[in-house]
């Protein structure tokens, strides 16, 4: 009963993760990330981002450079979230969609961007600059039970309950 007047999930919110190596021309690092957007707020909301050299979690509100408006015709879109400092690490992630479907929102299809196309994570203590060079991976939403099912699921396990309680009476 209690899940069926729980609030609603935040269907603005759109989790992608990053599970390839950051690189410069000096070395390479395995890195690992969730990145997560809001699609009505327009912004990157968090980032938690893992690697050798960089290792940081940030939430915020980081809005797009310029918040291209959704086509009526397929086409290339190239956008940037504004670059955030947390503690002495600098991100930036930059968006070169590969053509776009017309109507198509850019937040969520970021698992359509290009590899090596400016997106880079900084240690700003050492001037060292590495490049993102994977795209990034769409998560799916678990799989949660509508209220209905579960006013249905109690329905019944309260049924057999009752039946049970009658039975042991006679």
Same mark, same amino acid.
């Given at each position: 009963?209690?899940?069926?007047?729980?609030?609603?999930?935040?269907?603005?919110?759109?989790?992608?993760?990053?599970?390839?190596?950051?690189?410069?021309?000096?070395?390479?690092?395995?890195?690992?990330?969730?990145?997560?957007?809001?699609?009505?707020?327009?912004?990157?909301?968090?980032?938690?981002?893992?690697?050798?050299?960089?290792?940081?979690?940030?939430?915020?509100?980081?809005?797009?450079? +310029?918040?291209?408006?959704?086509?009526?015709?397929?086409?290339?879109?190239?956008?940037?979230?504004?670059?955030?400092?947390?503690?002495?690490?600098?991100?930036?992630?930059?968006?070169?969609?590969?053509?776009?479907?017309?109507?198509?929102?850019?937040?969520?299809?970021?698992?359509?961007?290009?590899?090596?196309?400016?997106? +880079?994570?900084?240690?700003?203590?050492?001037?060292?600059? +590495?490049?993102?060079?994977?795209?990034?991976?769409?998560?799916?939403?678990?799989?949660?039970?509508?209220?209905?099912?579960?006013?249905?699921?109690?329905?019944?396990?309260?049924?057999?309950?009752? +039946?049970?309680?009658?039975?042991?009476?006679?």
């Amino acid at each position: 009963m209690l899940a069926c007047l729980a609030p609603a999930a935040n269907a603005a919110l759109i989790t992608y993760s990053y599970d390839h190596p950051i690189a410069n021309q000096y070395e390479s690092h395995n890195a690992t990330a969730t990145i997560e957007v809001d699609s009505v707020l327009r912004g990157l909301v968090s980032v938690q981002f893992t690697s050798a050299p960089v290792t940081f979690s940030w939430t915020g509100l980081v809005p797009l450079m +310029y918040d291209q408006p959704v086509s009526d015709t397929g086409a290339l879109y190239e956008n940037g979230f504004e670059p955030f400092v947390v503690d002495n690490f600098e991100f930036f992630l930059f968006l070169d969609l590969f053509y776009l479907e017309a109507g198509a929102d850019i937040f969520d299809h970021l698992d359509l961007t290009a590899p090596f196309e400016g997106a +880079y994570v900084a240690n700003l203590d050492s001037g060292t600059h +590495y490049s993102l060079t994977g795209r990034l991976e769409k998560v799916l939403p678990a799989k949660v039970p509508e209220p209905s099912s579960l006013l249905l699921l109690l329905a019944g396990v309260l049924g057999i309950g009752w +039946y049970r309680l009658g039975r042991a009476g006679s």
